[in-house]
């Protein structure tokens, strides 16, 4: 029973993070989470992770390379926050809105919440990234040589390809 919960919970970390690669969301975090998560069980997904832990990493290190990243990085974060709270209140239908009022703000408290929390990831993210690199003079070589990521898979044992 464990290994199907794991397995279920693995596959919605995946589908979560390729949904929020282009929704507002942490995506990378959320697909190298998935990817570990299955890589307990398909060799697939253990030869998927480290590019993706790699692509993350390039990602946190290059959003803290000039301030006008960092500033937009944030503003981006907090609009989402802000969203979400709106989202949150649900405010009634503006008299420009042309579809039905079912639709204004759809998703309610639910999509609000994940908005939120997903700003706040942003945020936390940020903050990591300009210790980690903009200010503890961290380079991506040593944080792979760091998580050990290298382009071969893992030796221990997978259930199925």
């Known amino acids: 029973m464990t ?11 995946l589908a979560a993070g390729v949904a929020a690669l282009i929704l507002p969301g942490p995506g990378l975090l959320l697909l190298a989470l998935g990817l ?26 290059d959003a803290v390379k ?22 949150c209140i649900r405010p009634a239908a503006p008299t420009w809105w042309p579809l039905a009022d079912k639709w204004w703000l759809f998703g309610g408290w639910t999509t609000g919440a994940f ?14 990234s300009m210790k980690k690199f903009r200010y503890g003079g961290a380079t991506l070589d040593e944080v792979y ?12 044992r997978h259930r199925e390809d």
């Open 36 to 61: 570990y998560v299955l890589a307990q069980n398909y060799r697939w997904a253990d030869r998927l992770l480290d590019p993706v832990k790699r692509a993350a990493f390039k990602g946190a290190a």
């Open 3 to 13: 290994r199907i919960g794991l397995e279920i919970l693995g596959w919605l970390l």
């Open 115 to 128: 908005l939120i929390v997903s700003g706040m990831v942003a945020l936390g993210l940020l903050g990591w």
């Open 145 to 156: 040589q760091e998580l050990e990521l290298d382009e071969s898979p893992p030796a221990h």
């Open 66 to 87: 000039t301030w006008p990243r960092i500033i937009l990085s944030s503003l981006g974060a907090l609009a989402l926050i802000a969203v979400g709270v709106l989202w």
